[in-house]
Each structure stands twice: as structure tokens, then as C-alpha cells.
DNA sequence: CACTCCCGCCAATTA
DNA sequence: TAATTGGCGGGAGTG
């Protein structure tokens, strides 16, 4: 604010302008300044900043971030005000940021402005996720803080946490050397088995999380003590000079991020509450539990939060419990560490720049090629063999027979599903009770930690990825609106079951030879395209992306990421193969958690009920709304994990129909569109039916888009464009289906203004690319589900799958959508094809669908990103990405 | 009022 | 001794 009002007021004075300046200085007199890189002080005085330099770079970094949180607000008005906030705000949105955009910012550093999180994305927006492996950069703290603009404490307390996970690592005072994501997942996987055995006697014997947490303190007090620190230390040390770091005593900050992310890792529902984490984390590190002491802790883990958020890893979100709300927070980074980094580059070359993006793309890849993929943790990239044992399972059950070899995949997924189910139900059998209980404790409809639990503790690959999505229903997503409906979830069960086993009334089922899944649960369906290797895996991811990045950061496209991370990382030669490994693996999981948690979801008791009470909890699943927020922000993918979750949730509460919100399911949409777009191949699609408050909108995504990206250079604009269609549910009325491929136009309905500006914003390329808006409808089938009443007659929604099934699975088999039915893009159905066997590898393939989604999230986003890249030396994609990242957010 | 968490004092550590 | 690190908690901004 000072330097702000510097440069305002006097310009320059070379003195320092006010006393308060070197009040903060502290002793930095001038003299010093020379000598040391100089504090943050120095550089005010030089005026070098004047408004506009700062402005300038906090704009180009934050900018985005600005305009994205601007939006959030405007998406909330438009909420309830639709109309109004939309036009205005988004004139004014525009000019600002065409000319003005920073005098404002600049006036108004709000406090926002100057958040930790955001400081961190600037920071990283620095440097590559994956920096070339010769490239090391090492970073100045004092250069960093100046360029940033704060004063270095802050710094400290990013590299901190970043060192705890390797990103970075001190090579010197004042210097650190940027390690980039390329680690992360090993860092990630140590960490976990730090975490497990530390915490993982708690967590195993514990089905409830809330009760393991709870106990975590007790336990931790007597196990943790003595070697935790250690371990994790040793960990961080390893890469970089450890010397140097070693040598201060256990930074507490570091530490505490270690073990805050080991919380997460080992924490079945991946949701950690602040207040948990403090008491666990201090009865680590010690006895006394002092109020205050909490307090500080708590205080601590907001900051280490807001780095692990920047970096794409936890997003916010509320756990409702018997008192209220907790702030909690949900780890959405890469659940399942491949052993080998290495496989995973191959696979994918495309790495997430983006902190938020990783899960993306490269799982995809993987999953395709391996099938089940991601379900299965380590095997996933290698193992055949999980994969088969799915199946074998599966065959068993009716489903399987039909798919084929693409099929296999969905088949693949869909056994999985089933075994998911069947282990869950049958470890529901004596879970169910945890589950209940801990539904119960949740009190409320909100939290619902029980999914997690669902899956199963022991090794079942899939158990964990379920798991993890599991929890997704329980958490609330930041956005108000999520409450999920509980009904839906039946769904999900259902094509495991269903799909499988069958069963069931229909419920999910799948289409025959169809690579398409078909929730019947009422609201929401899930159709999926191709079902190759990659549908499976895409299909989950698309869930998964949905919810987990929607926007976000990743704008990189988390899910979607590995298409355009690919690309992305083609063209940007830093990254291409490392850094999508992570990524990959970050998608892979959450992936297969998504569509875990659709299928696992329903307990086999619920499902049907779900599906009987249509009121309760299904309506609700429409609503799933997204999180608008900020693309970029986190919130957003877990809301479209939400959806994904939701219906889970709605089978199990029932009651809490409560959740549904109208408005949000737009935002949803939106993300869901960017994560649909992501994924190219398959067409997936979700449908959602509209709730009662949804009333109106339908909401049909396209799990795949992005066909276009992946094939098609120039379908870059595809890429981007936004499978999910919003359609008023009077209009769907007439129509069976409505899908626009881009997610604009049509759609955004109104409502959304201002969502759909944003969105329109980002897709708005790719909906011209893709501009006919497809749809998907074809058939009945969809009608009847999206008719706008439908009830949740169980029954009837399966149908409509089948319906669908047929038409699509053949367009989808072929190449996922070439049928009419499916999708609307053009450009994704088209080209997706699959590529099943190469898809995933062509490092090639992508980079154009990387540029071109970087592209045009740039270009909608913020062309200024663009401009500030050119401080990024290095490599200009990587610092594109993260631009792109942040910008996407911004415009979502 | 509760939740967040910025700010920067000041101590520990290092150079 | 000066500078670098980073623990810590008051208290302000937000909703």
C-alpha cells in the first residue's frame, strides 16, 4: 500500500517517502540497500515503481486473480441478480482491464490483493512446473520479494513451504534453487508413507476419519513424537543441499506443511479440518495445548494452506458438522504416487504447469493405456494385472461381456466400479455403520465424510481412489451452493452395479457395447463416449476434472490437462515430459476418484431409495453446481467433484435435499465444460437433471471434450471450448437433449451472465470453434432425463441411458462421437477418436492443443498475462502456462 | 462475530 | 556485529 501510495502521491522521492518506510525497514538505511539485494524498502524508494511498474507486474501476475475474484463476486450477484451484475460488471470488467486495470488495482490493494495465496501464484507463476532439467533457476529472495513487491518475510514463508515439498531447496542464503513439480510426486509418496505409518495406525483402525483425526492427537501424542520430524526432515533434505537447510532447527513451517500434507495423504476422505490439523500438529510437536497455541497453529496453517492452494494441491471447503461449519480443507492433489516418475513422463509429456491443472491430462493418458489406470495406484501405470483382476470381476457381471476392447475400458471402469461397490458394500456392511455414524456425526446433511470410508482401506486400488471422491460429497465445496443432492448418487452405484452386475433397475447401466455410462440416478447422468482405454480413464477424469479443476488455476486445464498440458508442454520445451508426470498422476487419481465415487457411491440400499425419493436428495444433484469462483481458484474443481460426489451423498442422505443449490449448477456447468473440453476423446457426457432449484437449467456436460484439442491443432479452440450446455429445463422440454459443445453460447444462460461471460470469455474461442454447439441429444433417452420433471424414478433414467447407449456407444466405440448423438463439437468428436493407444504418448499431439488452449484462455483471459511473460525467461510455455493458469482462472 | 490471515516485531541463526 | 531466517501473535479485513 505504501509503495502504492508512493507512487501515487510523490513519485518518487528518492527519500523515503515516509517515516513509515523506514519504520518497517527497520534499519535499512540506504546504505545497507547496496549492499544486500535490498529490502523491499529499497525499492520503493527508487520509484522504479512507480504505480505503474507494480502495477504492472502485480497485475500481470494477479491480474488475473483480480478479475477472477471480481467475478466470483459477480457471479454471486448474478446469482441473485442476474441481469445486473452481469452487463455491468463485466463492461467494467473489460475496460478496466483493457486500460485502466491498473490504476485500479493499484488504489485498491485490498487485502485480498495481498493474500499469501496470491503472492504464492505470483511466485510460482515465475517459474516452470517443470523446469527443463538442465534449467535450474535459482531464485533471489530479495529479487523475488522486490519484483513481487513484499517484503521478503513473506517470501520466507513461501519457500518454506515450498522446500517442505522439495519445489524448491536453499542453496544459499538469499539463494534457492527451483526445483519445479518434477519431484513433487516422490515427495508426495514419501510423505505419505511418512504419514502412514505415523498416522496410519489411526487412520486403519479408524473408519471415521473425524474419529481418526480425533484420536490422531492422542495417538500421535504417544507414536509421532519421536521420529516424525525426523523422517519428514530427512525427506525434504535429500535433493537439495541439505546443509545449509538442515542446520536451522526444525522450521516449524516446514515441518508443519510436511505433515499437514501427510495428514491429507493418509486421511481416507483427503479432507483435513484446520482445527484437526492444529491439534494434531501440536500435539506433535507438543504436550501443551494451549488456547493460544491453537490459535498460532491455526494461524500457521492458514498460511501453509494458502501456499499448498496456490500450488493446486488442498482446496477450501467446509466440513458441516454437528457444531456448524468447519473451515477444512481437501487435498485434490495426486492421490496415487507412481513409483516411477519416469513411466509417467513418458506417458505423458505434458505436465501441468499449473499448480491447480496437474491432475490433468497425463492420467488420462495413462489410464488409457493401462485401462483401469488410475484406480489402481502404482499399478496403474504398469500393471495390466489390476486391470484384469477388474475385469475378470466385472465379467462376471453382466456388463462386462458387452464392451470390447475400448469397452474393455469402460467395462474396465465399470467392473470397477462394481468391484468398488461390491467391496464397499460388503466393507459397507460393517462400515456402514462407520459411514452412518459418521454421516451422523456430520450431523447435517453437509458433511459427509463416509464415502471415504467407503472405499475400501485395504488395497484395492480402486478403494482408494473411491475413497478419496467419497469424501468429496462429504465436504462442501466452498461455494455455498453445493449442497449436493443426495439422491442422484444412487447413480453412481449403479453403473457399477448396474452396469456390471446389472441390476438393478436400471439404474446405471451400461449401454450395451456402449462405451457410454449411464447414471440413471435421476439427476445425473453420466454418459460416456469411447470407451477405449481412455474413456474409462477419461471418463473418471472428466468427472474428477469437473470437480477438481474446473477452473482453476490450472486454467492449464487440469483435467484436461494432459491434452493441453501436453501440448502445452510442447510447446513449451521445459516441461513436456517431466512435468506432466506428476500431473498425470495428480489426474489419474483424482480421475478414478471421480468416477469411483459415482459408482462406488451408492450403497446398495441407498441407491434405490435415492432413486424412489426423488425430492430429496436427486433434485439436488442437478444443482451440483460448481464452483464459478475462480476457475483458476480450487474451489471450482471440487465442485465439480462435488457433482460427481453428490449424487453418493444424496443416496446416503437422503435428507438433505437441502443441498441443492439453484444457482450454482451454472458455475458447475462451466467448469465442467472446461474439464469436458479438456478431455477430448470420449464424449463423455453428465447429465444433470435440474433439481427443484435448478428448476430451470438443465445441465449436460461433456465429459470429453477436447477431442479437438488432442487431435486437431487447430481445434485448439475445441479444446477449449466448454462441453457443458445449460439449457432451461422448458427448453429441454421440447428438446431431448441439449448439448452445446461450447459451453457459451447457448446456454450460459442467462443466469449465468456473469458466469457465462466468464466462461464465454475463456471458451469463447473454442465455442467458435466448436460453435455448433452440438448435441447431444439425440435420442429419447436423454430426453426423458432431462426432461425437466423427472422424477428420480430409478427406473426411467436407465432407460434413457440405453437409449442413448446404443447410438452413442456405436458413434462413441467408432470414435467416440462420431454419432450425431453425442456430442455437439464437431471438432471433439471428430477428431477424438482416439487415439487410445497412441493418445496418450503423442507428446506431439499436444503441444498444439496446448498452445492452442493456452491460447485462448490467454487470449480471453488476459492478454496482459502474455505480455508479462516476457520477464519469463525461461521457458516462455512453462511461464506461459503458469500465466495461462492464472489468467484462466482470472477469466473463469 | 467468526473466520482469515496480513503485518511486522523480534529472536534465533548464520555469515 | 550485521544480516538472514523465521516464530509468533496482535489485530485488521471480510463476510
Known sequence: ENIFDRSKMAPKTPIKNEPIDLSKQKGCTPERNPITPVKITDRPQPDPWTPTANLKILVSAASPDMRDREKKKELFRPIENSEQSDTPDSLQYDIVDDSTVDEFEKQRPSRKQKSLGLLCQKFLARYPNYPMSTEKSTISLDEVASILGVERRRIYDIVNVLESLHLVSRVAKNQYCWHGRHNLSQTLKMLQEAGELQYGELMTSQHKDQDLEYKFGERKKETIPDSQDRPLLDFSEPDCSSASANSRKDKSLRIMSQKFVMLFLVSKTKIVTLDIAAKILIEETQD???????????????????????????????VTEERGRKPAFKWIGPVEFPEKTDELRGYSPTSDPLPGTQRGASVQYQSSASGKQSFTRHASFNSAQPCEATRRKVSSEPNSPHQEKQDGNCSKMINLAAVCRQKIEEDTGNKACDTEAILNS??????????????????????VNPLPQAVFPVVQADVPSFSLPVGISSQASHPSTPAASKTENGKPTLVPNQPFLCFPSSSLFMLCGGLQENNLSELLPTAGELGNRSAEAQAAGPPPVCQKRSSHECSSPSAPGDDEEPAVKKQMLEHSFLPLSLVVPKKPSESPKADSSPGSGCSAAVHLEVDRFDPASPAAPEAANKESIKPLDCQKQEKQSENKDPDEPPPGNEHISKENANQP??????????????????????????????????????SLSVPCVMVPSAALASFPLVCSPSFTSPLSPAPDGSFSAAASTNFSVSSLASTPPVFISTTAVVTPKVSPAPLVDPQQPPHPPLHLSPVLTRSCSAVKLDSPVCMGHPVTLLKLQQPSSAPLTPKSIRPAHHEAFFKTPGSLGDPVAWKKNEGNQIRNASSVQRRLEISSTSPD
Open 288 to 318: 501443551t495445548v494451549d488456547h493460544s497455541k491453537f490459535k498460532t497453529k491455526v494461524r500457521r496453517l492458514y498460511d501453509i494452506a494458502n501456499v499448498l492452494t496456490s500450488l493446486g494441491l488442498i482446496k477450501k471447503v467446509h
Open 442 to 463: 456430520a450431523k447435517n446433511s453437509n458433511i459427509t465424510l463416509p464415502l471415504s470410508l467407503l472405499p475400501v482401506p485395504g488395497d484395492s486400488d480402486f478403494c
Open 681 to 718: 476423446f470420449q464424449p463423455q457426457y453428465l447429465y444433470v437433471q435440474p433439481t427443484a432449484g435448478l428448476s430451470s437449467f438443465n445441465f449436460l456436460f461433456s465429459a470429453n471434450q477436447a477431442p479437438g484439442a488432442i487431435s486437431l491443432a487447430a481445434n485448439q479452440m475445441p
